[in-house]
């Protein structure tokens, strides 16, 4: 796969006087960690709903910097990083806890809200990373099949909700659907969960929303102080292999939550990165835009095709192909072409992340070789 990001296009975007001091390692470095990311380099990557073209310059810039902090122990870093997420969101850094990547939060959460004998309540297709942390509290699972139009069942999903209940897990959007809940049905779900359930809602996706009817839960954690909302900079913002996310909540919750974080979880890089990606307000737009414009032609050529497809508010799309997923995942593979896993509940159905306009294109040639339309 291609460097996203030339020697070039890097200089311009940092500039003449950051370039000169950081281009030459920092675009050497970068391009081999680009080559080196656990793959073969020829692989296109469609399996992860990572950001292809990487992190914003700036951020990378403050990654190059941050060398010098490798040192010393980060809790200033983390300080200054918690206050930026803190200031971005409106709320008190006291209600910001940090994880090493989002799953981080999630298996915290897990860990600080589930026990034998109480329930972990989420939807039937979903990102698994909650349900196999609370494996370990050993906590049952309570699995609430998706509507019709594959969402999230929340009325079900709430009459599933009771004094067992630790935690519910609402992710939203989706993944693997992409498909949203809309804020007026989560405002008719919030009163009917007991307050004794934590309602962890997992907005990873949600910087590509379109959609008038979705809302953040951010903004209901004042009415209901059980509501836990998880974000991460593993998706719009590019820097997956940093591991970075946060949750923002109530003060009571977030103080519960760190209680059950290793210390320093989060390295002084990644902090580093976080506070110079916030800082870059024109990053987020832009990948927004041509991400989702890659997305939309995508869908396009699929429903030209007469392809079923999901409705997607991400930077993925659930195809259906018509016959079992695991031996294409195998063919694409054998064309080097990386695609989404085989989930269980919807096992004729494809996930396939956008990547850039050409990988995207390569996966659409591929698609049509190996299931004809
Ligand atoms: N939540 C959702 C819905 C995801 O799809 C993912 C990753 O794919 C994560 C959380 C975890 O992301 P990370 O741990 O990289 O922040």
Redesign the pocket.
Known sequence: MAFPISRRQLAGALGATVGAAVLGPLADHVAEASLSRGQSTDLIQLN??ENPYGASPRALEALARSGGAASRYPDANEEEARDAIARHHGVAIDQVVLGA????I?RMADSAFLTAGKTVVAAGAT?E?VLAYARVTKAEAVKVPLTADHRHDLPAMAARCDSRTGLVYV?NPN?PTGTVVHGDELDAFYPRVPRSAVILV?E??HHFVESPKYRTAVDAIGKFPNVIV?R???KIYGV?GM?L?YSISSTENAETLRSHASFSNVNASALAIAVASLADTGHVPQERKRLNDTRRWLCAELDRDGRTHMPSETNFVMIHVGRDVAPLIAQFRERKILVGRRFAPLPEWLRISIGTREETAAFLTALRTLVPA
Request: glycine share 10%; proline share 0%.
């Open positions: 992860s709903n990547g989002s799953s981080d999630l990102f990373a992710c993944n997992d990873a996706y998880a991460t900079f593993s997956a591991r996310g």
